[in-house]
């Protein structure tokens, strides 16, 4: 049995590829040949999206506010505080910047807010 790219099985003998094939979970991939999803190894900052039907090449960028270390690990939230935000393509837990003037956060904030005129930040 073959499934379709982006897709695996763990059922050991099946022969119903429409049955027992799921889509990759994020963090791994499947070009098809096989029938098992296999951990895809994305650099720093980057995680390969659910139903990846190719390795490295799917790697994108963690969106504003979360992280990842690597390798097979998908993206993680951030915990940033008041004040802070964290980048797209973070790599660690801690990746917060500070909001710059006239910019706020409200902790765990994945981007900086522009402040209305006339209010502090």
Do not use: W
């Amino acid at each position: 049995m073959t499934c379709a790219s982006g897709y695996g099985s763990s059922a050991t003998g099946a022969t119903d590829a429409a049955a027992t094939c799921t889509l990759c979970p994020a963090g791994s991939f499947s070009a098809g040949q096989f029938h098992q999803c296999v951990a895809t190894k994305c650099p720093p900052g980057t995680s390969s999206p659910e139903g990846a039907d190719v390795p490295i090449q799917q790697c994108t960028l963690c969106p504003s506010g979360s992280f990842s270390r690597g390798g097979n690990a998908s993206c993680e939230v951030g915990q940033c505080d008041i004040g802070f935000a964290m980048p797209p393509g973070s790599t660690r837990a801690d990746d917060c910047l500070l909001c710059g003037d006239g910019f706020y956060s409200t902790g765990r904030a994945t981007q900086c807010i522009a402040c209305k005129c006339g209010a502090d930040s």
